[in-house]
């Protein structure tokens, strides 16, 4: 009987286990929907247009379509007809920058939404890195109160767990990055000059 109790027991901690691996998965697929339906229809052509940038096929087709016009211009004049674009191919040339131009603003763009999108999913591990830290910091002062009412427990001083049992304040850990950042980049900036006297010593 025991067995068997403990066989359910698993079966039942599994499927709990399997239940928030689903509604984690779910809650990330409906993150990604959402963005994408907030796309529009431009949206999505330069983004299609942008995979197919990225394509080895997309280069071959430059190249074969340079290849095709410098040699069908260098061919006509064999059978005496006047070349639309001769040497050195200027309207070739402009066709080029034109696409790079364009190529170059589809790319960006589509960079621009990445970056926009990157910017939430960071906003959304910030938060839950914060709010982990504060279930951490409860669970702590939990287990410093369970150790204090337990009779068959030592009681010995931790000021390690008596300092992790407060969650900290973001805007404090920012305010001393902050700090942190600019302390190092006056050193960097101080180490980087040096005064020196007419005998040429070094004074700084």
Same mark, same amino acid.
């Given at each position: ?7 359910e027991s ?5 499927s709990s286990?399997n239940k ?15 963005e994408e339906?907030?796309?529009?229809f %431009?949206?999505h ?6 995979c197919?940038i990225?394509e ?9 379509f340079?290849?095709?016009w ?8 064999l059978?005496?007809?006047?070349q639309f674009d001769?040497?050195?191919?200027h309207?070739?040339?402009g066709i080029?920058?034109?696409?790079a131009l364009?190529?170059?603003t589809?790319?960006?763009s589509?960079?621009n939404r990445? %970056? ?16 982990t830290e504060? =279930?951490?910091a409860?669970m702590i002062?939990? $287990?410093?109160e ?7 427990? =030592? &009681?010995?001083?931790?000021?390690e767990?008596t ?11 920012l305010a001393? $990055?902050d700090?942190?950042s600019?302390? &190092?980049?006056?050193q ?8 020196v006297?007419?005998d040429?010593h =070094?004074?700084?």
């Amino acid at each position: 009987m025991p067995e068997h109790t403990d066989e359910e027991s698993l079966m039942n901690t599994e499927s709990s286990d399997n239940k928030q691996i689903n509604q984690n998965i779910d809650a990330v697929l409906n993150f990604y929907a959402r963005e994408e339906s907030k796309m529009s229809f %431009a949206q999505h052509l330069l983004e299609r247009i942008s995979c197919f940038i990225g394509e080895p096929m997309f280069i071959a087709l430059i190249l074969f379509f340079a290849v095709i016009w410098i040699t069908v211009n260098l061919v006509l004049p064999l059978y005496s007809v006047i070349q639309f674009d001769p040497p050195p191919f200027h309207f070739l040339q402009g066709i080029i920058g034109l696409s790079a131009l364009l190529t170059a603003t589809i790319v960006v763009s589509n960079q621009n939404r990445l %970056a926009r999108l990157e910017e939430r999913r960071a906003h959304l591990d910030l938060k839950v890195n914060l709010l982990t830290e504060q =279930k951490t910091a409860k669970m702590i002062g939990l $287990l410093e109160e369970l150790r204090f009412d337990l009779p068959n427990v =030592k &009681n010995r001083p931790d000021s390690e767990a008596t300092e992790l049992k407060y969650a900290m304040n973001p805007g404090q850990v920012l305010a001393a $990055l902050d700090e942190r950042s600019e302390i &190092n980049q006056l050193q960097q900036s101080s180490a980087g000059t040096e005064v020196v006297d007419v005998d040429g010593h =070094k004074l700084v």
